[in-house]
C-alpha cells in the first residue's frame, strides 16, 4: 500500500462516511446471523482498530493482525485491552483459533486468494464462521486500487466458488453501496475515459456536511439488506461458515 494512503486512512478511518456506514452495515448485518455473543474474534488487517469497539459487543476476547507498524501503535491506544500482531496475513503464526475472524477489505490486497482461505479455515473453530468485505466489479477498477495495492476486484458469484473450494458453506452473500453507485461508477469509468494519470485516493478529506449526507445515505443501505440480498454495489459483504 502506498504510504501516503496509509497516512490518510489513520487520519480518515473514524469519521469518513465511507469508513463510518461500512461499519454500521457490517454490523447490523452480522448481528442479524449471530444468534449470541461468541467467544474470541479475530480481525485480521485490522487497521487503526475502529472496528474493536463494535466487534466487543460481539465477543468476550477481540484481537487483532495488522502489517504496518504504525497502524499497530494506533489500534493498541484505541483497545488497550486487545492483542494485536505484527505481521502479514496468511505469513503470520497464530497458536489460538477463533469463533470468528473478519477480513474488512482485506482480501484483494492478498496474492494467494487460496492461501489465505486456507489460513482462516485452520484459525476457525469448528462451525466458526468469517466475516469479510471485498471491492466489486473490475470495470470500477481505480486509481485508489492502484494505490492501495489490490491484487483485483470481485464478482459475487466467483467470490462464493473460491469460499466453497475452501470447503466453507456461504451464509449470506450480497453487493452493497449500491445508493452512490451509480456517481462512483461514473466518476470511475470517466477518468479512465479521460486517461487521467494521476493516482488519486477515495479517503481524501470531505466537507463535514457533505460527509455526514454520504455517511447517512450509504448507512441506510442496512434497513434494505435486512429485507433481500442486494444484487449490485461497489462492495461485497459475505459470510461463511467452516465446514465440519
Partial sequence: MDPLLLEEMKDQEKNHWWFVARRRIIRDVLQRIMSA?????????CGTGYNFQWLAAMGREVSGIEQAESMVACAQEISESS???LGTFPDVSLDETYD???LFDVLEHIENE?????KVRTLLNPGGLVCLTV??????WSGH???AGHK???RGAVLEQSLRRADFTVVRLTYFNAFLFAPIASVRILGRLFAQKKRRSDFSATPRFLNHILAAIFGSERFLLRLMDVPFGVSILVIAQKNP
Avoid: H, M, S, W
Fill in 135 to 140: 471491492p466489486a466489479f473490475n470495470f470500477l
Fill in 114 to 118: 487460496t492461501g489465505a482461505f486456507q
Fill in 83 to 85: 492483542a494485536i500482531v
Fill in 152 to 154: 483485483r476486484r470481485y
Fill in 37 to 45: 455473543r461468541c467467544g474470541k474474534i479475530l480481525d485480521i488487517g
Fill in 145 to 147: 486500487d492502484e494505490l
Fill in 100 to 102: 470468528l475472524v473478519t
